[in-house]
């Protein structure tokens, strides 16, 4: 059928808890059951919505699974598939019925305590605002409508299956009942604190308009606002038939009763944490430099012994040399000359890192790292994917396995006898001077980082490998402790 013809949200029956709420400081929120008249509201619920339906409806419950509400759903099916006094044409089988946790009611925090504290609470979300406030270790109603939410998509989802029910009935609490509707007709949050609860097992129906497939609420909702003007304007009617002058007694009584506001948050008792809290003494002078210079808006002073900002007693950082040969018209890219460091004076102040963060590095680490760094050099190295330097290292020449076997036969002799004038093949030697340079133009060796070597071209005729013996000493000193850079 798709789409049902009427939603029904029914609350539960009075229930234990609502009879006497210091239950709830022994008993789960979830276990609470129906008093006596809780259960003949759910039977008369069940008769009620009896009396709603057609013959051929199929029905469709999801219930709360707290106690209160399943009992409630219990008491409604008793009623309502009851044969007395007439026969009725509703079976349980043919219905269906889940218990659905996002029907739950909101949560209070577990067992609750004391009346009075729990009094003082009320009166704090009142003041706050029933839809933000958010019981301790427990929900507000703004997390019970992220709930709601989730169940209304699911909801939607299932009406597009085409035996769903005519009739879709949800059991559930006060507040989910007013929280489905603010999410469903997008009620405002100031609409939503102004509406008064649904009195226990009374029925707020959403009519389908098969016009515009719109759901058409059948209630009139009770706001506190108008409770207010009804009582307004019966004590201005009482006032009028007693001859005295309309809010006349109530002016009199505000104007000799002051108003104290109440504090909830802070310390409404006085504040004396100061007492189990001391600031450093070196933190507090900083601070109150700190907002005295931002208040007088003078430049701290730079000296080494000034009691300065935070941020101006940190020395700048120097720039970091950028050393990308990709970029040779930068000039971040030019080397600095070498600049000796002055130890007498690097002692008297604080050596900065580069990003202004103070170093732990010693100064004769810096010498010794100044002295046997490595210069890089100054001219681009075309990688094997012909982009910048050393670009492909790391990966793999595309060699034929013959190649390959060649390539390591070659360096197993260049090692075993010692000599860097071994031919390609490891032969003896005795080869053409044309094959020794077209073995030379194809397999010519990288350096350390996969490039073509610097003193060497691809198209070379001399043959020679003195490269390689450059790349056995680089690789030596990076392996080093001299040539580590960490």
């Known amino acids: 059928m798709g789409r049902p013809r009427l939603i029904v949200i029914i609350r539960h029956g009075q229930s234990e808890g609502n009879k006497n709420r210091e239950i709830h400081q022994t008993i ?9 008249d809780g259960w003949a509201q759910a039977r008369d619920a069940g008769r009620r919505l009896r009396a709603m339906l057609r013959p051929d409806d199929t029905l469709q419950f999801y219930t709360s699974p707290y106690r209160r509400t399943r009992e409630t759903a219990e008491g409604i099916l008793e009623t309502l598939t009851s044969d007395d006094p007439d026969p009725s044409p509703f079976r349980r089988s043919s ?17 609750q305590p004391c009346s009075d504290e729990m009094e003082r609470m009320w009166q ?12 301790p270790n427990g929900e507000s109603a703004a997390d019970a409508y992220d709930r709601i939410s989730g169940f209304n998509e699911s909801l939607w989802r299932q009406f597009g299956e085409q035996d769903f029910a005519s009739v879709l009935v949800l059991v559930t609490h006060g507040l989910m009942s007013r929280v489905f509707l603010m999410k469903w007709y997008h009620f405002s949050v100031e609409y939503f604190e102004d509406l008064r609860n649904v009195n226990h097992c009374e029925f ?3 009519k389908l308009k098969k016009d515009s497939g719109k759901y058409i609420l059948q209630n009139k909702l ?3 606002s108008e409770l207010r003007r009804e009582r307004a304007a019966l004590k201005a009617k009482e006032a009028k038939e007693q001859g005295e002058t309309p809010g006349s007694k109530d002016v009199a009584k505000l104007e000799a009763t002051p108003v104290v506001a109440r504090k909830w948050g802070g310390c409404p008792e006085g504040c004396n944490h100061s007492k189990h809290f001391k600031i450093r003494r070196d933190l507090q002078e900083l601070r109150q430099h700190d907002e005295a210079s931002a208040n007088t808006g003078l430049s701290p002073s730079k000296g080494a012994n000034s009691n300065g900002t935070v941020a101006s007693r940190r020395t700048l950082g120097r720039r970091q040399p950028n050393n990308s040969d990709d970029d040779s018209d930068d000039p971040r890219g030019t080397h600095p000359p070498s600049i000796a460091i002055d130890v007498t004076k690097a002692r008297e102040e604080v050596v900065s890192s580069p990003d202004g963060t103070p170093s732990f590095i010693t100064i004769e680490d810096r010498l010794r790292h100044n002295l046997n760094t490595p210069k890089k050099t100054t001219y681009l190295h075309v990688g094997r994917d012909f982009g910048g330097t050393y670009s492909g290292h790391a990966s793999e020449e595309d060699l034929s396995e013959s190649d390959a076997r060649e ?6 002799a260049r090692v075993k006898n010692g000599s860097s004038t071994t031919t390609l093949n490891g032969g003896s030697g005795k080869e053409s001077a ?4 077209y073995s030379s133009s194809r397999h010519a060796h990288a350096n350390r980082l996969g490039d073509a070597p ?3 071209d691809q198209g070379s005729d001399d043959g020679s490998y003195e490269a390689e013996e450059d790349l056995d000493e680089a690789e030596q000193m990076d392996k080093s402790l001299r040539g580590s850079v960490y």
Not at 28 to 36: N, Q, Y
Not at 95 to 111: A, C, S, T, V, W
């Open 204 to 206: 707020l129906i959403m």
């Open 222 to 224: 009770r706001t506190w």
């Open 28 to 36: 789960p929120d979830h276990r609470v059951k129906l008093t006596p």
């Open 407 to 412: 390539r390591l036969a070659t360096k197993a």
């Open 95 to 111: 219905m269906k019925i889940y218990e659905e946790p996002r029907l739950r009611e909101q949560d209070f925090g577990n067992f």
């Open 434 to 437: 044309g094959t020794n340079n």
């Open 124 to 135: 704090e979300r009142a003041d706050y605002g029933h839809f933000f406030y958010r019981i």
């Open 454 to 456: 610097s003193n060497s």
